[in-house]
């Protein structure tokens, strides 16, 4: 079982910066690929960033790439927020290899509650 909690949303304006935190209570042992999801008002949810259970490999979608940084210890930093970054943002975990796969956190995996992000122009 793996409990989930984001934090470190919040108002922000165009071009500054967040850094969002996801706290992970898991069996100690355990390996969990890691991701960050966000869904904007009217959209699909969508998976932007996603790290192995080792820390060496990362995913970032299109959108961030370049400005959104993950790490183990399961924080994100964003950079130059725009704003059509705006949206709330999950953190997920699944117990399988593939970090870069948004289906398997979808299936069987474990989220945490959202925390929203709204940027201004």
């Known amino acids: 079982q793996v409990h989930l909690v984001e934090s470190g949303g919040g108002l922000v304006q165009a071009g500054d910066s967040l850094r969002l935190s996801c706290a992970a209570s898991?069996?100690?042992?355990?390996?969990?690929?890691m991701g960050w999801f966000r869904q904007a008002p009217g959209k699909e949810r969508e998976l932007i960033g996603a790290i192995s259970w080792s820390g060496g490999n990362s995913y970032y979608a299109d959108p961030v790439k370049g400005r959104f940084t993950i790490s183990r210890d399961n924080a994100e930093n964003k950079n130059n927020l725009k704003p059509e970054d705006t949206a709330v943002y999950y953190c997920?975990?699944?117990?399988?290899?593939?970090?870069?796969?948004?289906?398997?956190?979808?299936?069987?995996?474990?989220w945490g509650q959202g925390t929203q992000v709204t940027v201004s122009s």
């Open positions: 898991v069996r100690t042992g355990s390996r969990y690929s």
């Open positions: 997920a975990a699944h117990s399988g290899p593939q970090y870069w796969m948004s289906s398997y956190y979808s299936r069987g995996g474990y």
